[in-house]
């Protein structure tokens, strides 16, 4: 196994536990999935991402294909979109993390803007979040509403699902779900308040500084 193929392996692992002890995931729900030169690395169905084996990950090739591991998560069709359509981005974080499953389920919020930009932080790593239609958990349907918003999105809401994290390396994506479910968490709270958000200026001087995320 090469060494640095061996390096993302005991990362996915350790960030995934992190992930799931702070309770950003449940269960056997949420998957991960990795770019590698040859081919990605993916959580492996069924699988609890607080108990993940570094060797028993899923490998596959460049298309797609199962060739080592266990058996890939059911949820290979929106990490495939994602990552065609984001090809910059390394990895890929989806959860049903509890706040942005929540905002995934309301019937008011924007689709191409679901979130008001609250912090610096969520502009910063976030920037504009989409929401896509419902399709049943691993339906090949949720390519093409993911290849739709994803060149202008890389965190995207599957409609009463959760949230689809893309970023250029592992960590980065992991840090961006963690800013999406605390924006997401602080948008609930402070419903029907009277909330001051961002201005126009003030988001265009955090993109012009850091760039758009």
């Not at 991402?49 to 266990?70: M, Q």
């Not at 509403?145 to 009463?160: D, G, S, T, V, W």
């Not at 924006?183 to 988001?203: D, E, K, N, Y």
């Amino acid at each position: 196994m090469p060494q640095e193929e061996d390096r993302l392996r005991e990362q996915l692992c350790l960030l995934a536990k992190s992930l799931f002890d702070r309770g950003f995931t449940v269960g056997s729900s949420g998957n991960i999935s990795v770019r590698l030169p040859d081919g990605y690395l993916v959580t492996p169905t069924n699988s609890c991402l607080g108990r993940l084996d570094p060797a028993r990950l899923s490998r596959l090739d460049a298309e797609w294909r199962h060739r080592d591991g266990d058996k890939p998560t059911k949820e290979i069709p929106l990490h495939r979109a994602m990552l065609a359509a984001r090809p910059q981005a390394g990895a890929v974080v989806h959860l049903h993390s509890t706040y942005a499953t929540a905002i995934s389920c309301l019937d008011d919020v924007d689709p191409a803007d679901a979130l008001p930009p609250l912090t610096p932080y969520f502009v910063m790593r976030i920037g504009h979040l989409a929401v896509v239609p419902y399709t049943a958990p691993g339906d090949a349907a949720v390519e093409r509403h993911i290849a739709a918003a994803a060149p202008r999105h890389k965190a995207i809401l599957l409609a009463n699902h959760g949230p689809v994290i893309a970023d250029t390396t592992l960590e980065a994506a992991v840090h961006a779900a963690e800013e999406l479910e605390e924006s997401a968490r602080l948008f609930i709270v402070t419903r029907g308040m009277a909330v001051r958000t961002l201005t126009p200026a003030q988001v265009g001087a955090l993109e012009s500084q850091f760039g758009k995320a």
